[in-house]
């Protein structure tokens, strides 16, 4: 009796362990981090259509054909400079005011919540601008894994 409870408290412990790195390897931070980004104005598909796109000027693009629209060859470097604001798009703002505030910003002190995933791979000095690069690129990675072929 004793060795079928444990035997069954040892199979559960097992199943609860596979679900657990089931759900960690199914974590996206790059898509993670476009929802809670862009995906108001992009839409949660990246095709253009988020709750607030309406309610614009100018319509957001379809994220997923930007390497259609390239000669199959995806943007990064566009891509990236649009994100940290370099290259101005007057729907995102200029880059002291982007549409998502000062949540890519890596001048200011990051005065939101940032996963701490980011500042454990910012290494050993933490530089906001090494997190900020970080979450970027993992938009980047996310747009580049969704383009439509």
């Known amino acids: 009796m004793v060795k079928s409870g444990v035997t069954s408290l040892v199979t559960v412990g097992l199943i609860a362990g596979f679900a657990a790195a089931v759900q960690a390897e199914d974590l996206d931070v790059g898509k993670s981090e476009f ?78 919540y940032v996963d701490p995933s980011y500042w454990e791979k910012a290494g050993p000095d933490q530089r906001p601008e090494v997190v900020v690069r970080k979450r970027i690129l993992s938009v980047i990675d996310y747009l580049n894994r969704i383009q439509q072929k």
């Open 35 to 112: 929802l809670s980004s862009c995906a108001s104005c992009h839409g949660a598909d990246a095709r253009g259509k988020g709750p607030v796109s309406e309610q614009l000027k100018i319509p957001p693009p379809d994220l997923t054909i930007l390497a259609r629209k390239n000669n199959g060859e995806f943007p990064a470097s566009a891509v990236y400079e649009i994100i940290d604001g370099s290259k101005t798009i007057p729907t995102h703002g200029n880059r002291e005011m982007p549409v998502w505030g000062e949540r890519f910003n890596p001048i200011v002190n990051l005065p939101h």
